[in-house]
Each structure stands twice: as C-alpha cells, then as structure tokens.
C-alpha cells in the first residue's frame, strides 16, 4: 500500500510514522508512506495557504490550489479516483468532523486499497472545491472538533495499517477486537498475581479454558452494557 498525506504541518508526523507499527510495517514493506509539505505548492514569498472565506464569517479557509497543484505532482498523466466515488483501490480521504463516521468496518475497506491519499485541513476548513473535485472519502472520527486533520489522519492511518498482512505480530488478535464483534474487549491481566494486595481474578489463573472463556464473555457483555449499549443492540 502506498500513502501519501498533504499537510501544512508534515514535522507532526515524524514521530507518528518513526515509531512502534508504522515503523515496523514501513520496515516489513506493507507500506510506503510519504509526507507532503502543501506550502511546497505555494507561489507567493509568504507561501501562503489560507484566506479569507467568501461571504464573511469567522477564520481562514484553506486555499484550493496548494492542494489542486499536489494532488496534480502526485498523479501526474496517472488517472485521478473520481471524487464522490468512495469505491476503488485508489482513495483520497479528507478527514472533517462535518464526514462519515470512522469505524473498523471502515479501517477494513481502506486496507484493502492499493493507494491512500490523506488531506489534513486546517483553520475554519478547506475551499469547497477540493472536496466536490478531489475527495472520495469524507471521514470525521468522532463529534468533536479538533484544531487541525493530522491527529485524526494519524488516527486513520493507524487503524488501517495495523489490517495489513504481516504488520501485527499475532494476526487472531485483530479477530477478537471490540468493533469486529459489537462487544467491547473484556479486562485482561499479567504478573504479578498479587500485586499490593491487587488479585488477579481466581479463574484466570486455573487453567480451566471453558470457564475462562465464559468468564470473558460475561465480562465483555457487562462491560458494553454500561459503556456501548448501542452495539449490545447491534449483536
Ligand atoms: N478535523 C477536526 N476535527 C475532526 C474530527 N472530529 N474528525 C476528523 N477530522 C477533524
């Protein structure tokens, strides 16, 4: 898989991509990332990225040629995804809370494509025009607005490069997570046993795998039951 992600802001991800996962996947050749800097595609002495929005109103907007002029180096003469069609191997995803609702279903689609193209949007948002010319996916991860796309684009990225063939260690780990079965991970525990005065619960430590896996599911279901009622509905 190959991703590229344009932002105003590319130092914010050194340590995103320079550590721990991302790292290892880049290392294991499931993915190759690219950081593009949209003040790069700029022409005025002040490489500038935002103005004024049209019609008044509060903050800057981003402007669209940075973004117009990246998206063009990176697909040079190569065919361009068509906007709006959230469907092919190739995407480009804009991360806004106005988008669609970020899940693992989701995480599990974007890892099957072959090229990811992020935006990271800034200031009050970007113009209009990128979105209705360039953008397959419109992605929020969640009803909160934060100051800019890269927390949420790393937070996309993350999700979906751990999918990748080869990337986590245990592959039936990624089976038994919350989302893949609308029931929230039950607690789990190591060494010591007892630590100052801390048990672990009795069951874990007898050996007895049928009670143990009931014990998890009972845990599991009490546990969405107080935090996610929703997907308790979902099973
Ligand atoms: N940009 C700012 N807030 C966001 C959110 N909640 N999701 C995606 N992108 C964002």
Avoid at 31 to 39: E, I, M, N, P, S
Avoid at 89 to 112: C, D, H, M, N, W
Avoid at 200 to 207: E, T
């Amino acid at each position: 898989m190959k991703v590229d992600i344009l932002t105003l802001f590319p130092g914010m991800f050194d340590s995103f991509l320079g550590h721990s996962m991302m790292k290892r996947a880049a290392e294991k050749k499931a993915v190759t990332f690219a950081v593009h800097d949209l003040r790069f595609f700029t022409h005025d002495r002040h490489k500038t990225c935002d103005d004024k929005p049209f019609g008044g109103g509060p903050g800057m907007l981003m402007k669209p040629e940075p973004v117009f002029e990246a998206m063009d180096a990176l697909f040079g003469r190569r065919k361009r995804p068509a906007a709006g069609k959230a469907t092919g191997k190739t995407r480009v995803i804009y991360l806004t809370p106005q988008g669609e609702r970020f899940t693992q279903k989701k995480a599990k689609e974007f890892s099957a494509c072959k090229h990811l193209v992020f935006i990271c949007g800034h200031y009050e948002g970007i113009d209009q025009r990128v979105v209705d010319a360039l953008v397959t996916d419109e992605i929020s991860i969640g009803d909160y607005v934060l100051t800019g796309g890269e927390v949420p684009v790393m937070a996309v990225i993350d999700a979906t490069v751990r999918l990748l063939k080869g990337v986590l260690g245990c592959e039936a780990s990624k089976e038994f997570e919350s989302f893949s079965r609308n029931l929230l991970e039950y607690p789990q525990y190591t060494r010591p046993s007892d630590y100052r005065g801390l048990k672990v619960p009795p069951v874990l430590l007898s050996g007895n795998h049928s009670a143990i896996e009931a014990w998890r599911l009972e845990q599991a279901r009490k546990r969405t039951a107080k935090w996610r009622p929703d997907l308790l509905k979902k099973r």
